[in-house]
């Protein structure tokens, strides 16, 4: 069996979409379209968030990055920092390294190390950043299979025992998951979507 690999914001679109043909939009997307930094549209912004923790930078870093940014991002960069700097707002925030992640299943091989690992208030948390909240809104019930994926990952190490967190930038909410809190239920349907996904890439035409 030929192994499939993507990223977790790849596979997080597909689970969050919810129409058939919207799904099958998705995988054709993934499985013929090559990745390019030049069309990945919160690279930049992503990549310094967590070099605002990792290097120690001050949070007004993050407002350089807007005036770098191109006219088309940067009233979404502008408000998205905004909201960015809402949530670490009077909060104690260490950086850790996080552990190279990944979840498999039955060929599908999904790459799921968070971008971020950080202290907060004496706290860790495993953090992957959600940015596309105008275009596919983030509630609970979306974040339930990305939640439990990034629970049940496999790591290089264990990462202190932290909080699993999903971090709708945007919004400024946390979803959290703790190994508790992967029932068989929710197991049973990140496979479920994991297997429609195997389904629609392998009737794709080649």
Known sequence: MDKIPISFTQFMEFTTKQSGPAKVSTVR????SEYSPATDYWRDLRLAIREVHEKNYSIDYLDHIVQKANDKKKANYADTVEQYKKFIKNKHIEWFQ??????????LFIRSTPELGLFIDG?????KLYFKERSEKLDKRKAASPLTLMTTSERAHNDQQASISLLNVMKCRVFESTPNDVTSDRLLSLQGEAAHFIQIWNSLES
Do not use: I
Not at 29 to 32: A, G, I, Q
């Open 123 to 127: 706290k860790p948390h495993l953090l």
């Open 98 to 107: 996080p552990a190279d992640a990944h979840w498999s299943f039955n060929g």
């Open 29 to 32: 997307r993934v499985k013929y």
